[in-house]
């Protein structure tokens, strides 16, 4: 993989060592334990897996599914200084975990335990972890901003004093625009506190003065009989059920709904936004078929309303189930906006391919990688040991975050962790040889991870044994999984799915004792390609039925079919593929 610069002008490489956090006079600067610069990234490649849809004027969006920090080390060889618009809604450090009711479609099952909880993604972090992790990903992010574009940072009390401090190191403080304050209703109910009922919103500009602003207005009610302006052609007041109303300038505090059991548009995604949000958001700093990017997909409410309003997309999230759910909404949409022309004459970016950057395709979901990782590696547990993993021929496993590229600051709690005074004994019981043997395991890493490591304590005297092992390298020799099976044919003029095993998911309901006689309950799309080319999947066949529907099953084979590929997935979002 070749190496990038991220930054434009000549300033040489410095080590890690070298590197002086030195502040800009009148800049205050955050400060972590393990920041370190991040002046440079790798190429990673992306394999395109599924196409959807048609281009229009040359443009196919694209959803791409792993590690953001390798799909935006990806995206800067072409797309570096061409996006007019981010918005991310990345993790909180809420000190939570996030789950996701997976509820059996129809009503077959042999009792009423047809529905359990699924554990979508994690959101527990060390500060300083959470802070080095969020500091690179910007770093990219303003790369990858054109001089117009605008960047929208979503957080909420957590992290946002840390997040605006960061911004302004990144972005610089003369690029700030708004603090924006969402209001809503639902939640945030306090004892011996006020209630928390808002998110905050960090806009930066890339170069503030030269960024798209388009001014909105909204109404305003008056507690006061106003002057109305009778012209009804343009009116910017007037009264309704409520009451007297103007149109004012959109301020920078928003009262609208939270999106949860907002009918159709609630999708049961945990941290869900509401279409309203990202509609006000696209409208402001973005123009018509300007690029939008969202690096924290989720179930893909930024990619749904830029598909609506005209705009170009990019879209991605580590989480298998993100990316399912986002395909399942944005091929609904694009069929809605195929029935009618634009009002504006402008073109509707309908179609979306999906890639999977730097082969990622080992874990469906990270929050489980863990559990995976022991069983597959055969870790000997070590019950009260909060450091290790697991011990495999005398060596202590380290699992570091596997969602990732493992850098030199996810080494920090081995370091503070390690226990001084055994390694002091053991160090004076033989003094040549190393006083612990450390296996890390990991999926990519920076290349000199298990150097720093060994320097970090050879600092204090310590010798160290590390190895590492990468999963993306190394998986080939690893079960990670039980794929799911089917039973498909052929018949006459018809295709056939005769029978359905997504053994994990299968496996998770005979724990909650709900057994399924109709393996559609478990399907949550088909998808067929008639004519498969053997490479890219580009199904002209979608059926995603309605809640508490069933798919067909039996689908029409059309005459000028070729190679077929099926692709059924189950409710945890794992799919099995067929071809005939």
């Known amino acids: 993989m070749e190496d990038q610069q991220l930054f434009n002008d000549e300033r040489p490489m410095t080590s890690v060592e070298e590197y002086q956090f030195e502040p800009i006079k009148g800049q205050p600067m955050l400060q972590w ?102 500091y690179e990903r910007l770093i990219l992010m303003r790369e990858l901003l054109s001089d117009k574009g605008s960047i929208y940072l979503h957080c909420d009390w957590h992290k946002s004093q840390y997040l605006r401090c960061i911004m302004d190191e990144v972005f610089g403080q003369e690029n700030f625009i708004n603090e924006i304050v969402w209001q809503y209703y639902m939640g945030g109910k306090g004892s011996n506190e006020f209630a928390k009922k808002h998110d905050n919103i960090l806009l930066f500009a890339k170069a503030k003065g030269n960024h798209t602003f388009n001014k909105l207005t909204i109404k305003r009610y008056y507690d006061f009989v106003p002057s109305l302006k009778d012209d009804s052609k343009n009116s910017t007041s007037g009264k309704d059920e ?42 402001a700093s973005s123009n018509p078929g300007d690029l939008v990017f969202d690096c924290f997909m989720g179930s893909g409410t930024t990619q749904a309303v830029a598909m609506k309003l005209g705009r170009r997309f990019i879209g991605a999230d580590i989480n298998l189930g993100a990316i399912d759910t986002t395909v399942k909404r944005l091929s609904k949409i694009a069929n809605e906006l195929s029935q009618r ?4 004459g402008n073109p509707l970016y309908t179609g979306f391919e999906v890639y999977n950057v730097n082969n990622y395709d080992v874990f469906r979901n990270p929050v489980q990688a863990k559990d995976l990782l022991v069983e597959a590696l055969e870790l000997q547990p070590l019950p009260g040991n909060e450091l290790y993993d697991g011990e495999k021929n005398g060596r202590m496993v380290k699992i570091m975050p596997v969602n990732r590229i493992a850098t030199r600051a ?78 498909v044919c052929i018949e006459g003029d018809k295709l056939v799915i005769r029978e359905f095993f997504p053994r994990n998911l299968l496996q998770k309901l005979s724990i909650e004792k709900t057994y399924v006689e109709d393996w559609r ?22 059926d995603i039925p309605d809640d508490g529907q069933l798919v067909k099953g039996v689908y029409r084979i059309p005459a000028d079919a070729g190679s077929i590929k099926v692709k059924i997935t189950d409710l945890l979002s794992e799919s099995c593929e067929v071809v005939l």
């Open 33 to 134: 334990k393990g920041k370190r610069p991040f002046e440079s990234t790798r190429f990673y490649p992306a394999q395109l897996k599924e196409t959807f849809g048609d281009e229009a004027d040359g443009w196919m969006n694209k959803l791409f599914w792993g590690d953001n920090l390798q799909v935006m080390s990806h995206l800067l060889k072409k797309y570096r200084g061409k996006v007019d618009l981010i918005y991310i809604d990345p993790p909180f450090d809420s000190k939570a975990d996030y789950k996701r009711k997976i509820e059996l479609r129809g009503r077959q099952a042999t009792n009423d335990k047809t529905a359990f909880e699924e554990k979508q993604y994690t959101d527990i972090w060390s500060n300083d972890e959470y802070l080095q992790f969020m």
């Open 242 to 283: 409520i009451g007297y109303w103007g149109l004012v300038s959109c301020p920078d505090v928003w009262s609208l709904k939270s999106v949860f059991n907002m009918g159709s548009e609630w999708l049961d995604y945990p941290t869900q936004k509401p279409e309203a949000l990202l509609e006000r958001i696209i409208k």
């Open 341 to 344: 022309i634009p009002e504006d």
């Open 410 to 487: 996810d080494l920090n709690e081995l370091v503070l962790g390690f226990p001084r005074d055994k390694f002091e004994q053991r160090k004076s019981e033989a003094p040549n040889k190393p006083v612990e043997a450390v296996t890390l395991v990991c999926m990519g890493h920076e290349p000199d991870l298990a150097a720093n490591l060994q320097l970090d304590m050879k600092a204090e005297g310590y010798n160290l044994d590390v190895e590492v092992i990468d999963i993306l390298r190394d998986k080939l020799n690893l079960e990670f999984r039980r794929d799911p099976e089917a039973e």
């Open 521 to 542: 309950e478990l399907v949550d799309s088909v998808k067929i390609d008639f004519n498969f080319d053997g490479s890219v999947f580009t199904p002209s066949v979608i």
